[in-house]
């Protein structure tokens, strides 16, 4: 295991995207686990006096309308994001791939139900069914965390069928086969493993999305809610000092490009270098 | 009772044409430890015959007749009774070593996982049994270790571990399906004596399927010639190699190129069996090799030819088989 992570590394360092998606997204997630103990000031303090405020050596990144440091704000909204995208991807993960290798492996009719109700899930705009889903659920960080998890489901299963249709058909599962291996041990054992590079890419591209999905939800009020601060509603409540003070909409803007773009970034290097046929290519 | 019964197994597949009948009312018995050899050119029918053996055909095809395992019929169990019978009672070892390993899995753990799942053996004998078996097929553990991946193996070796997982539980039966085709001659012949070793040391019984009619005659005790998804010729390996009454097995011993011969000294062209093998959807009425045979007589063509005993265990299915003068 240790071995792989060297190898998958040492093959990573030659590759450009991979590092700097890598380190973006690294710091983002060194930022996200700092937040959890430490900000510079704690989020919830208003201070009227110090209102929007200007870059300084005690504010690094000013201040907003209720004279919170932008900075600490930033920090904990890194926080914020990789929990609602974390825990949203785990329920993507955990419900689509086996959905998608129940699809793969039992074929016919199982298959057609599963890819169906996927079809159904995907023909809704992401964002729009988890609108939906909060609207019904009611606004909040844990209904957003559902809400995207949901929209996750059909993205992986549809990535782990797809993968897994086309391990089965090769030789070695027809031995595993014929040393007497039921269809789910197969799945578990040998498909698994082999579309597991694959999983791993989408996971980073699914994060990304994640991220801009909580931001999404939480710039139109229905995901996390205050005191708790958030890049979506950084946005939104930047909106209206636009005019006057619009560096208060360009950091969580940025921070939220910048993470999104680091993420798939890391994703595509991450799929050259696990992908072996690229890798030998280049 | 023979150990394992073949009663008129038929195989249809379906096919762009619609079902297709690929095997044809194939018959064979064995008894623990016999060496059967299955011999035809690609496309004949000899790893659907195989598959069929392990039930491993997909699942829109139709497998008809009988498959007797020690008085049970494998076509009526359900999938649950066939997957405790591959791998513990019938082992298979494949073509390819390159594509029939799990590219992502240590070869230990991939010997090891048919034990866990039949012989339900605890950690520490499962290991054991593993370091047994890859003493067995050549690849010491203290050599090579039970870390390593398939890449890091060479073909041979590849086919060693191929090999250990087929008799991982000491299976009745190993079906050997071209377990050579993929590896260069010197290989070869370690794999070939490796898997006779092994069938004769356990009393396995043993069918080895494969074009090369050195390796059957190698390997084999018995054979059955197989053309078009039906056997052609069947007997002792001897009876049929010294004695070969079909014209298509003779055909097939004249298509071999030897070292020094007239062919190769006078630039000769190698012989060859005029005309190609029928597609299955064209299929004749009669014997499926009377377009291509010098022999055919008119009743070749209308009719099916049956078993015709030659000589004790040895029939041909041929109306004008070969006899001794035809040959010279």
């Known amino acids: ?282 | 009772m023979a150990l394992l019964q073949v009663q008129d197994l038929c195989v249809t597949l379906n096919t762009a044409h619609g079902p297709q009948e690929v095997i044809s009312h194939i018959n064979f018995s064995m008894e623990a430890g016999d060496k059967m050899g299955i011999v035809g050119e690609s496309g004949c029918g000899k790893s659907i015959t195989a598959l069929a053996l392990m039930s491993l055909l997909p699942r829109d095809s139709q497998t008809r007749g009988k498959i007797i395992l020690e008085g049970r019929d494998i076509l009526k169990l359900n999938s649950n009774k066939i997957c405790s019978i591959r791998g513990n009672r019938i082992g298979m070892i494949f073509q390819e070593p390159m594509t029939a390993l799990n590219p992502v899995k240590q070869i230990g753990a991939q010997v090891s996982e048919s034990i866990y799942l039949h012989l339900k053996l605890t950690r520490k004998q499962t290991l054991e049994r593993v370091s047994e078996l890859m003493d067995k097929v050549g690849l010491p553990v203290s050599k090579f270790g039970l870390n390593l991946y398939p890449h890091q193996l060479s073909g041979g070796q590849r086919q060693r571990v191929m090999i250990a997982m087929a008799i991982a539980c000491n299976p009745e039966i190993l079906i050997a399906d071209e377990p050579t085709t993929a590896l260069d001659v010197t290989v070869q012949e370690q794999i070939l004596d490796l898997i006779r070793d092994l069938a004769d040391s356990s009393g396995m019984a043993l069918i080895i399927i494969s074009h090369d009619l050195g390796v059957i005659a190698q390997t084999a005790e018995n054979v059955m010639v197989m053309y078009t998804g039906q056997s052609v010729e069947m007997g002792s390996t001897m009876d049929v190699f010294q004695n070969m009454s079909h014209p298509y097995t003779y055909g097939l011993f004249s298509a071999i190129p030897h070292v020094g011969s007239s062919v190769q000294l006078d630039r000769k062209r190698l012989n060859s069996i005029p005309g190609q093998v029928p597609e299955l959807h064209l299929r004749p009425r009669g014997c499926n090799f009377a377009d291509r045979c010098s022999r055919a007589l008119k009743i070749c063509k209308d009719k099916e030819p049956m078993a015709t005993r030659v000589a004790d265990h040895h029939q041909v299915w041929c109306y004008h088989p070969l006899t001794c003068e035809d040959k010279k």
Not at chain 1, 202 to 227: C, D, K, N, R
Not at chain 1, 251 to 265: D, E, Q
């Open chain 1, 1 to 282: 295991m240790f071995r792989t992570l060297v190898e998958i590394l040492r093959h990573g360092l030659k590759n450009r995207s991979f590092i700097i998606g890598g380190s973006i997204s690294l710091l983002f997630f060194l930022v996200a686990f700092l937040s959890y103990f430490w900000t510079p000031y704690p989020v919830e303090d208003i201070n009227i006096a110090d209102k929007l405020l200007l870059p300084s050596a005690e504010y690094l990144l000013g201040t907003d309308h209720f004279g919170r440091d932008i900075l600490s704000m930033l920090i904990k909204g890194a926080g914020n994001s990789v929990i609602v995208a974390f825990v949203a991807i785990g329920i993507g993960i955990g419900c689509g791939v086996p959905l998608g290798l129940t699809a793969a492996a039992k074929k016919g009719w199982m298959d057609e139900l599963i890819m169906r109700f996927n079809d159904f899930t995907f023909a809704f705009p992401s964002l729009i069914s988890a609108i939906m889903i909060t609207a019904i659920l009611g606004p909040g960080s844990i209904n957003s965390i559902i809400a995207i998890g949901i929209f996750n489901i059909p993205v992986f299963a549809r990535v782990a069928r797809g993968a897994a249709l086309s391990i089965w058909k090769r030789e070695f599962i027809l031995a595993a086969r014929s040393a007497g291996k039921g269809r789910f041990k197969i799945s578990v054992e040998h498909i698994l493993p082999n579309i597991s590079s694959m999983l791993i890419v989408q996971t980073t591209i699914q994060f990304a999305l994640g991220i801009l999905a909580e931001a999404g939800l939480s710039y139109l009020g229905l995901g996390t809610q205050p005191p708790m601060p958030s890049w979506g509603k950084m946005l939104n409540e930047a909106q209206t000092f636009m005019n006057f003070a619009p560096q208060l909409a360009i950091y969580p803007g940025l921070a939220i490009a910048l993470t999104v773009m680091g993420l798939n970034l890391f994703g595509d290097g991450l799929r050259d270098v696990l992908d072996p046929k690229l890798r030998r290519s280049r």
